[in-house]
């Protein structure tokens, strides 16, 4: 059996990194950028930084910011439009997951027109042809959608996640710049930063890894736990930390697929809008509870990556708990709730349940799991 691994053409790491984008568009042949980005970050001068650097280097380009944090199928349908009418031939998407998602939709749609359906996306659409050529500016640290084949839209009619699979849709050019995230408050620094400590340790257990991925993953598990605390408190060592720990998360989870903490998650943000990463950040130490011995000796690794000391000597059900207790002292630290009962109403908790059943991600999941056992994990999640 052969393994397969898709990144980025090209990325680029570090303060100032964003400085790179004129080259990139101009040496590519570009001549008009199509600019995703969220309202809030148009608002607080975030993509100013980018758009003054397209000033500067005279390169047109058009802003499409009709985008929620959990972007919607029509969301989509308008940016599709706004491409086609814009004149536009390269996307550079600024933001989190939401634009880069969104801007991964609208390019596909553009090049693959026969899925302008955007509910036939969902799963592992059969598309033909790359989207349109995206440039990813990361503003968050946690997502990694600069470098993944992954995004998720939501159907706002059936209050459900999509998650869309598609070696088509990643970005030809990633800029992590840790200068771009600078303004993200505490709490989104937080949120973000745990979605990407999940995303390693999922990535790491589920039954895809292998030893390329599994290297990625316990590199991003140290280097995240290391500099979260700092980011929150906005360090530059603490941000430029969490930029390159959350895209290395990135280059593995892309490649083998996730669990059920994000099949758990995903409905969360349908339902309730809640933010994806505090509910990965709230689900995440239940289930590693509920797949610490479908995992074999992993937790021992995540423990040690995660800086707990003598696990050599620590029997399996010492390890796996050490392992535990260091992502819930982590997530403790930066503030993260530990119930969902402030969250979820119980009359939904069979939809829940059923939609994460239903989600992509489950089957990736270590440990086989029913509706049944999921209904069971959230409940024990609303004490």
């Known amino acids: 059996m052969s393994n397969r691994f898709v990144l980025n053409e090209t990325s680029y790491h570090g303060a100032g990194a964003i400085q790179s984008i004129p080259a990139e568009i101009t040496g590519r042949g570009f001549a008009k950028a199509f600019v995703c980005s969220d309202p809030d970050l148009i608002k607080f001068n975030v993509t100013k930084k980018v758009t003054d650097i397209l000033d500067e280097a005279k390169i047109p380009y058009e802003i499409y910011s009709e985008i929620k944090p959990n972007p919607t199928i029509e969301n989509v349908q308008s940016g599709v439009a706004a491409f086609k009418a ?59 959608a600069e470098v993944t084949i992954n995004y998720v839209i939501t159907d706002a009619e059936k209050n459900r996640k999509m998650v869309c699979v598609d070696v088509h849709d990643i970005p030809v050019v990633a800029v992590v710049d840790p200068d771009m995230m600078s303004s ?31 290297m990625f993953h316990l590199e991003a598990i140290r280097i995240i736990s290391q500099s979260l605390r700092g980011a929150v408190n906005n360090t530059p060592e603490g ?13 593995g989870f892309s490649n083998v697929g996730l669990g059920i903490v994000h099949s758990m998650a995903h409905p969360l943000g349908a339902l309730y809008d809640t933010p994806h990463g505090i509910a990965n950040a709230i689900i ?32 399996p059900k010492k390890y796996r708990k050490a ?16 119930s969902l009962k402030d969250i979820v109403k119980e009359e939904d908790i069979p939809f ?22 999921i209904t069971e994990l959230y409940k024990s999640l609303m004490k």
């Open 86 to 144: 814009s004149g536009a031939d390269v996307i550079v998407a600024i933001g989190g997951g939401s634009s880069m998602d969104t801007a991964k939709a609208i390019g596909i749609i553009v090049t693959n027109p026969e899925f302008a359906d955007v509910r036939s996306l969902e799963g592992v659409a059969p598309t033909k042809n790359k989207c349109v050529p995206i440039i990813a500016v990361p503003t968050t640290a946690g997502t990694a």
């Open 184 to 214: 993200m408050p505490k709490g989104l620094t937080a949120a973000t930063g745990m979605d990407a400590l999940t995303h390693a340790i999922e990535g790491y257990i589920t039954k895809g890894a292998w030893a390329l991925s599994d």
């Open 323 to 338: 392992a535990i207790d260091a992502v819930k002292k982590l997530a403790a630290d930066v503030g993260i709730p530990s």
């Open 239 to 251: 941000r430029e930390g969490m930029a390159l720990g959350q895209y290395i998360a990135g280059m």
């Open 352 to 373: 829940l349940a059923q939609s994460a059943y239903d989600d992509a991600c489950r089957p990736g999941n270590p440990r086989d799991t029913s509706v049944e056992e």
């Open 284 to 315: 995440l130490p239940t289930v590693m509870e509920y797949n610490a011995e479908a995992a074999g000796e992993k937790y021992r690794e995540i423990a040690r990556a995660m800086g707990v000391e003598k696990v050599d000597k620590m029997s």
